[in-house]
């Protein structure tokens, strides 16, 4: 079984910053791109970032500027740090594994919960 662990959700101000993290096995991360993804009540889940293993990313537009992904390899850990938060931000946040051939995640870890108050 392959399990993603998010961490580092929370509370927190408009105008505020967060970082979450994500581990995963290393036979998982070592080979495949990772990303974020966030689902809002009564939204669909999209998608925040990717980063491929070289370190090539892609953003959301809603997020541009704003949120960096990074990962570490070393530690088999992807990392989303999210600066001046909006309320719209509000979602759970959920880190995922692609598989080669594929655009849509095979693995996905527990998803945390990110509030942002106004």
């Known amino acids: 079984q392959v399990q993603l662990v998010e961490s580092g959700g929370g509370l927190v101000q408009a105008g505020g910053s967060l970082r979450l993290s994500c581990a995963a096995p290393?036979?998982?991360?070592?080979?495949?791109?990772m990303g974020w993804y966030r689902q809002a009540p009564g939204k669909q889940r999209e998608l925040v970032a990717t980063i491929t293993t070289g370190g090539s990313t892609n953003y959301a537009d809603s997020v541009k500027g704003r949120f960096t992904i990074s990962r570490d390899n070393a530690k088999n850990t992807v990392s989303l740090r999210m600066a001046s938060l909006k309320p719209e931000d509000t979602s759970v946040y959920y880190c995922?594994?692609?598989?080669?051939?594929?655009?849509?995640?095979?693995?996905w870890g527990q998803g945390t919960q990110v509030t942002v108050s106004s």
């Open positions: 290393r036979i998982i991360f070592r080979f495949n791109t």
């Open positions: 995922a594994a692609y598989t080669s051939g594929t655009n849509w995640p095979s693995y």
